[in-house]
């Protein structure tokens, strides 16, 4: 677990998109399984390419008008609630960053930590935005 006075600033980088913050399983359960409509999850991270890829890169893609829901949990920190966003990633082994769409109780679509490293927030953008389009 990380110290939470380090991970406040990232976890504001996110909650400032209009994220809802899940901490528990309950809180996840409540955001995610009888979602009406898509919800973007974003699981966080201290690391560099959740720094400088993932975190940027949702700043920019949600800055439009076609766009899911965005909740977030806190990998390292929130643990159960982590731990049961994984749940509904099924197919999809655990990444720290991950942003995956949820739309009906399932995960349509899908970014993991080797689809975000390497590539500039605006890349990330890009793919995150025809995510929304196709399933938005």
């Known amino acids: 677990m990380y110290d939470e006075m380090m991970v406040a600033p990232m976890r504001a980088e996110v909650a ?21 409509e898509p ?3 974003f699981v966080n991270s ?9 975190r940027p890169g949702l700043t920019l893609a ?18 159960e609630a982590t731990q049961r966003a994984r749940e509904y990633f099924l197919g999809y082994r655990p990444s720290s960053p991950q942003i995956g769409l949820i739309k009906n109780g399932q995960c349509v679509a899908m970014m993991e ?5 390497g590539r500039q927030p605006a890349q990330i953008a890009e793919v995150l935005q025809s995510m929304f389009n196709e399933h938005c």
Not at 46 to 54: E, K, Q, R, S, T
Not at 62 to 79: H, I
Not at 113 to 117: G, L, V
């Open 62 to 79: 949600m800055n439009t008008e076609k766009k899911p829901k965005l909740a977030t949990v806190f990998a390292g920190n929130d643990t």
């Open 16 to 36: 400032d998109l209009g994220a809802i913050e899940m901490k528990t399983a309950a809180e996840v359960d409540s955001v995610l399984k009888d979602a009406a």
């Open 113 to 117: 930590r080797h689809d975000i490293e």
């Open 39 to 41: 919800v973007l999850v």
């Open 46 to 54: 201290v690391c560099g390419c959740a720094a400088g890829g993932a």
